[in-house]
Structures are given as C-alpha cells and as structure tokens.
C-alpha cells in the first residue's frame, strides 16, 4: 500500500505510515540505506536512482537534537531531466564523431594539396629552365640518368631525339 493511498486530504500528515510505505517494495532498502547514511552522519545525502525506466533523485535532510531526530524526505521524479541529459551526452558525442571525421578529412585535403603545390612547383621550375635554356639542345634525366626529354628542334642531334628516350645518359 503506498501513501497515496492513505492520504487524508484534510490532513497534513500521515498517521501510523511508515517510510517505507510510502514507495514501492523495492526502493524500501534504498531508502532505509539513505536514510540511515543520513542520520549517522547528521548531513543530508542525495541519491538519484533509476527503477523501471524512471529516474528519481532522493534528498534527505536529518536535523537531529539530543535523542530526538527528523528526517525531512524528498523524492522527485526526474526522469524528463535526465532523459535530457542522456539526449545531450549522446548529441555531444554524435558530433565528437562529426568533428573528428571532418578533421581527418581536412587533413587529408590539406596533406594532397600541399603535395600538389609541391609538384606544380617543380614543374614551373622545369619548364622556366627549358624555357630560359639558352642553348640550341635540352635534355632532361631522371635519377638514374635515363632521357626523359629530348629538345632537338632543329634535328641537329647526331641520334633523333625518339631513339633516346629511356636510354642512360652515359
């Protein structure tokens, strides 16, 4: 039976109700556990709770004198609170996630970008050089000092400029 039920509603208290018959059976020891924690230490304690899909906060204030104490008792429901709360957490970390993939994303971007300006500035070099070369012939190797580029506008070459492509330097 719970309080509710005994509730006179000309009456400002409950006659012959104990705590515990106030709430449902299994938040009884709970509270009995609150209760106690608060009357031991003389400090009100909060607890929040969740029971059945349900979040409730318990606050219990004791003011103990001599031999004598009272416990003032309040039970909320904030269930619409802390389902706010977890919409919030999981909102939070949803765009966490967002901003950590846009991140790598830019990071990419950026990272072939550079590597981009980085070719088309080699390439600017390469073709200013072929350009400003003031020489009637120009050739260019690669590393392993094979042809890559023949100039023989002329055809002055002692070899035409198509037989030497691929072929060492020396």
Avoid at 83 to 91: G, R, S, V
Avoid at 113 to 134: G, M, N
Avoid at 144 to 159: H, I, T
Wanted: proline letters at 4%; aromatic letters at 6%.
């Amino acid at each position: 039976r719970h309080a509710a039920e005994s509730l006179d509603p000309e009456s400002d208290t409950l006659p012959g109700v104990a705590i515990c018959d106030m709430v449902p059976a299994d938040a009884a020891g709970v509270l009995r556990d609150i209760c106690r924690a608060a009357l031991e230490t003389g400090a009100p304690v909060l607890k929040d709770e969740e029971r059945d899909g349900r979040f409730y906060e318990t606050l219990i204030k004791p003011q103990v004198s001599g031999d004598e104490a009272l416990l003032t008792i309040y039970i909320r429901n904030i269930t619409k609170r802390r389902q706010a709360e977890l919409d919030l957490e999981k909102a939070r970390d949803e765009l966490e996630v967002r901003v950590s993939e846009r991140t790598a994303e830019l990071t990419r971007e950026i990272t072939e970008r550079k590597f981009i300006e980085t070719s088309l500035k080699q390439s600017e070099e390469r073709l200013r050089d072929i350009i400003l070369a003031p020489v009637d012939r120009f050739w260019e190797t690669d590393t392993a000092l094979r042809y890559r580029f023949v100039s023989d506008p002329e055809g002055n070459f002692w070899r035409g400029s198509e037989d030497l492509l691929g072929k060492q330097l020396w």
